[in-house]
T-cell receptor
């Protein structure tokens, strides 16, 4: 069974600081996604990581993928209040034949304090 | 811009009623998903489909059912709504490269 774990579950950080959110998954994956969710809203796609060693950056966020370690990271540089949201990683895993399911991690609630 | 739509956005309904949550996408994606999410909590996969006439239950047991008669349409039905069904329901579609989400339906069963 494909399991996706994120840590930390909750992160309170000050503006200007750096931090990393971790996403571990249990089986071989074709691709890994990072999403942002604001309270009461749907999910906004941030990054899609397709191969080992992939690194993508957008503004203060940078995501990387290590398929051998089954680990992805979302690094936040010089946090600002607007980054406050819940961040989810999701893994599309192949098992039981050709069937892919998109399974989400537990989410990390990020609160950036002024 | 993702072209995936969910209706209604909000629904308050009485116990025992039958409801259908609609999800449509115009991107021609084969894969579609339904997730259930309580406020501030993780997303649980309840149904998925990889094409017309192909549906599977997800990891979270659900009393809902789905159908996939057309590629673009993936409705979710609750035959008899209960207060325990109160939640947000999110629909997504994927072309295998990227997954896009609808705006969600916030369901309250009273």
């Amino acid at each position: 069974e494909l399991k996706v774990e994120q840590n930390p579950l909750f992160l309170s950080m000050q503006e200007g600081k750096n931090y990393t959110i971790y996403c571990n998954y249990s089986t071989t994956s074709d691709r890994l996604y990072w999403y942002r969710q604001d309270p009461g809203k749907s999910l906004e796609s941030l990054f899609v990581l397709l191969s080992n060693g992939a690194v993508k950056q957008e503004g203060r966020l940078m995501a990387s993928l290590d398929t051998k370690a089954r680990l992805s990271t979302l690094h936040i540089t010089a946090a600002v209040h607007d980054l406050s949201a819940t961040y989810f990683c999701a893994v599309e895993g192949r098992y039981g034949g050709a069937t892919n399911k998109l399974i989400f991690g537990t989410g990390t609630l990020l609160a950036v304090q002024p | 811009e993702a072209d995936i739509y969910q209706t209604p956005r909000y629904l308050v309904i009485g116990t025992g009623k039958k409801i259908t949550l609609e999800c449509s996408q115009t991107m021609g994606h084969d894969k579609m998903y339904w997730y259930q999410q309580d406020p501030g909590m993780e997303l649980h996969l309840i149904h998925y489909s990889y094409g017309v006439n192909s549906t599977e239950k997800g990891d979270l047991s659900s009393e809902s059912t789905v159908s996939r008669i057309r590629t673009e349409h993936f409705p979710l039905t609750l035959e008899s709504a209960r207060p325990s069904h109160t939640s947000q329901y999110l629909c997504a579609s994927s072309d295998g490269t990227e997954a896009f989400f609808g705006q969600g339906t916030r369901l309250t069963v009273v």
